[in-house]
T-cell receptor, first 113, second 115 residues
């Protein structure tokens, strides 16, 4: 069983829709990450939260909006996405930023119509 | 910037045999961490093994072991007694020991296990 839980597992949305991805961990980790992964490629970092504050934004378009309501929960709000945004979105957490291994969730498979 | 190279896009192994996946990296740092992650078709990225650069002893986790050659900047993964469940994409990853947060991944090696 994964210790990082992501919902939903699959999401299909139109380009005008607004949806959110959710990630939850109860390991007491203080750093949480969003990655985007295209088929047969390694994950690409999008955002990093450390102690519930956004620390890193890897120049991600504003149609992706992260939110960290508390230390256990990480959301990714989606609006006006493009077909090229179709991908697997992975959430990860680590004890703190850097040094510690990151633990990943199962991901959300996102398809944009 | 650090780079991670996995030169084998695909590998195959017979069940119960041993296979070695290659990984090389380029860095000017002395303090860093290396990881192997496994991603089966179920898609979860699973941490297989980790190695701290300051440790000379090679890490081992059950059937998985690494051959860490710091001078050669090489970090290969050996899977012994391969099982069908080992079939997956394997990613080698580098993490700076400084304040850097960013995992640098290789392109991955797709491992097939034949019964």
């Amino acid at each position: 069983d994964t210790e990082v839980t992501q919902t939903p597992k699959h999401l299909v949305m139109g380009m005008t829709n607004k949806k959110s991805l959710k990630c939850e961990q109860h390991m007491g980790h203080r750093a949480m990450y969003w990655y985007k992964q295209k088929a047969k490629k390694p994950p690409e970092l999008m955002f990093v939260y450390s102690y519930e504050k956004l620390s890193i934004n890897e120049s991600v378009p504003s149609r992706f909006s992260p939110e960290c309501p508390n230390s256990s929960l990480l959301n990714l709000h989606l609006h006006a996405l493009q077909p090229e945004d179709s991908a697997l979105y992975l959430c990860a957490s680590s004890q703190d930023m850097g040094r510690r291994p990151q633990h990943f969730g199962d991901g959300t498979r996102l398809s944009i119509l | 910037a650090q780079t991670v190279t996995q030169s084998q896009p695909e590998m195959s192994v017979q069940e119960a045999e041993t296979v070695t996946l290659s990984c090389t990296y380029d860095t000017s740092e002395s303090d860093y961490y290396l990881f192997w992650y496994k991603q089966p078709p179920s898609r979860q990225m699973i941490l297989v093994i980790r190695q701290e650069a300051y440790k000379q002893q090679n890490a081992t986790e059950n059937r998985f072991s690494v051959n860490f050659q710091k001078a050669a900047k090489s970090f290969s993964l050996k899977i012994s007694d391969s099982q069908l469940g080992d079939a997956a994409m394997y990613f080698c990853a580098y993490l700076s020991g400084g304040s850097n947060y960013k995992l640098t991944f290789g392109k991955g090696t797709l491992l097939t296990v034949n019964p």
